[in-house]
């Protein structure tokens, strides 16, 4: 069965303090890994997608990694606007339905 | 949340009676999805489309139907609403294997 796992659930860091995100999936057929960022009472918001091992995605602050078995979304001098919930989804399998399967998610809160 | 609009934004009703929620969109995807997010649960789906008319179940579609008889309009029913279907529901779209989804802002339902 196709999984996806987020850890930690919850993390509090410090303005400035960098750290990183893990989304670790068990998956039949890797089509693509997603990243997106949740604000509260909003919908998710895309961040980016990697498709093949060793790949690297960098927007701001924020950098995906891509192994065979996890990524990881680095956050460099984070700032307390990048306080949000962090949501990994993968695009598995042979079909070609486009289904996500989501991690449950890591909420981030950064303090000024 | 860019040509992706779901009404209403919130809804309260009684036990045992049928909702519809709809979701609109104008970027002429050929997926939509409807999701559903709970605390502990993460996103999981609930029903999907791949094209007019042309539907399938996710993983917790029991007590839920959808309809698609526009490729802009995508339509999730709770035949009898249940405490248990209090929840926040999110439909999205994508171009399919490969591509992201895109959010539209959510309807918060709850059930009395």
């Known amino acids: 069965e196709d999984q996806v796992t987020q850890s930690p659930e919850a993390l509090r860091l410090q303005e400035g303090e960098s750290s990183s995100l893990n989304c670790s999936y068990t998956v039949s057929g890797l089509r693509g890994l997603f990243w997106y960022r949740q604000d509260p009472g909003k919908g998710p918001e895309f961040l980016f997608t990697?498709?093949?091992a060793g790949e690297e995605k960098e927007k701001e602050r924020l950098k995906a990694t891509l192994t065979k078995k996890e990524s990881f979304l680095h956050i460099t001098a984070p700032k307390p606007e990048d306080s949000a919930t962090y949501l990994c989804?993968?695009?598995?399998?042979?079909?070609?339905?486009?289904?996500?399967?989501f991690g449950q998610g890591t909420t981030l809160q950064v303090k000024p | 949340d860019a040509g992706i609009t779901q009404s209403p934004r919130h809804k309260v009703t009684e036990t045992g009676t049928p909702v519809t929620l709809r979701c609109h969109q104008t970027e002429n995807h050929r997926y939509m999805y409807w999701y559903r997010q709970d605390p502990g649960h993460g996103l999981r789906l609930i029903h999907y489309?791949?094209?007019?008319?042309?539907?399938d179940k996710g993983e917790v579609s029991d007590g839920y139907s959808v309809s698609r008889s526009k490729t802009e309009d995508f339509l999730l029913t709770l035949e009898s609403a249940t405490s248990s279907q209090t929840s926040v529901y999110f439909c999205a779209t994508n171009t399919g294997v490969g591509a992201g989804y895109t959010f539209g802002s959510g309807t918060r339902l709850t059930v009395v």
């Open positions: 489309s791949y094209g007019v008319k042309d539907t």
């Open positions: 989804a993968v695009q598995a399998g042979s079909g070609n339905t486009g289904k996500l399967i």
């Open positions: 990697l498709y093949s």
